[in-house]
């Protein structure tokens, strides 16, 4: 029984369909469909139900799938055993906030490729909320204060950041003082998230209100710059505009409470030895810099 053939189905049965399976692959449909009618053929049974909104496992290929996904689990396991020290190889799928992962993260991901020739590096630039096992991804880089979850994070380095209004906006309404006075402020916003703020050694959370929200934070700093309201932004991306008096810091006696940056991965006993490297590439570059990045939705 081929393995490639195995990983196919389990990618198709996963992604929920032969057209998203070919993407996260890296082939055409049309080498996946071979695929699935040889290990369907080879077993006697149909494991797949086509439809023309995808595929759906059948009762054999629901129990099928788990067999499948511990045999390629294992497989790589074992290649890992064997390859030379330090040798990577294969592909890593990785989902990166869009913000700054261009100008943060890929140099270090590009660092990965070049110490690793035969590893494959597929990344994701995006603020949405990727789904690392919908979307068949083996990890994210994601920034700010960890939501509830069953996917397993390892803190890579520290995070800070700034409430931040330009000076047309203070001049306009005023320099918030205290979380109370910051409610009644026009904030900028990603989405409804809640903003944590410091009082001595107390967390205190705030929800503000606001008519501007973008999923973007280099689209918040331009809002930010407008005069359009309070921002709470990443010191990577504000930094040169408060250098330049374009943006000033707000609440200065209440700031953010340091955050995080993560790999996230799906739950799994052994993370893959390629994603324990980026983990470790990640806290080399990352822990000297504080100023990387800013609180943001998780």
């Not at 890593?92 to 261009?102: D, H, M, N, Q, T």
Request: aromatic residues 6%; charged residues 20%; hydrophobic residues 40%.
């Amino acid at each position: 029984m081929d393995i490639e053939e195995l990983q196919t189905f389990v990618e198709v049965a996963d992604a929920g369909g032969v057209s998203a399976a070919a993407l996260r692959l890296g082939v055409s449909k049309s080498i996946v469909s071979r695929r699935l009618i040889r290990l369907e053929a080879e077993l006697g049974v149909q494991l797949l139900a086509r439809t023309t909104r995808g595929a759906a496992l059948t009762e054999a290929g629901a129990t099928f799938r788990d067999y499948a996904a511990r045999v390629c689990a294992e497989i790589d396991v074992a290649k890992e055993t064997i390859l030379p020290a330090g040798d990577l190889r294969g592909r890593l799928r990785v989902a990166v906030p869009l913000s700054f992962g261009p100008t943060h993260f890929a140099p270090i991901l590009t660092e990965m490729a070049r110490r690793h020739p035969r590893l494959q590096i597929h990344t994701c630039y995006s603020d949405r909320f990727v789904d690392l096992i919908t979307e068949g991804y083996d990890c994210a880089i994601r920034v700010g204060y960890l939501q509830d979850s069953n996917l397993v994070a390892r803190r890579v380095g520290p995070i800070y950041g700034k409430l931040v209004a330009s000076p047309d906006y203070i001049k306009a309404h005023g320099s918030p003082e205290t979380p109370e006075e910051l409610v009644a402020h026009e904030a900028l916003m990603q989405g409804t998230e809640a903003w944590q703020l410091m009082d001595g050694d107390k967390i205190i959370t705030v929800r503000p209100q606001g008519r501007f929200k973008a999923d973007n934070g280099i689209a918040l700093v331009a809002a930010a710059t407008a005069g359009l309201g309070i921002a709470y932004l990443p010191d990577c991306l504000t930094h040169e505009y408060i250098a330049s008096g374009v943006l000033m810091p707000v609440m200065t006696r209440h700031p953010p409470p340091p955050a995080g940056a993560y790999v996230i991965r799906p739950p799994g006993q052994h993370p893959a030895r390629k994603i324990r490297v980026l983990t470790e590439l990640l806290i080399e570059y990352c822990e000297p810099a504080p100023h990387l990045a800013g609180p943001a939705p998780v």
